[in-house]
């Protein structure tokens, strides 16, 4: 934890790395990196119903 002194909220966000633009960073530093070859959506989510 740390003490953080009263700013506007804007300031205060951006601090604490809350602000947009650091979200949006830290999103897309957690991604994998890109390699050019993007794979069909089927390969990553089955869509077929399951017996009952």
Do not use: F
């Not at 991604?31 to 869509?47: Q, R, Y």
């Amino acid at each position: 934890d740390a003490y953080q002194d009263h700013d506007s909220p804007e300031k205060m966000y951006a601090e604490a790395g809350l602000d947009a633009t650091t979200i949006v960073k830290t999103a897309l530093d957690t991604l994998p990196a890109e390699t050019g070859k993007a794979e069909p959506a089927s390969n990553v989510v089955s869509v077929r119903r399951r017996p009952r």
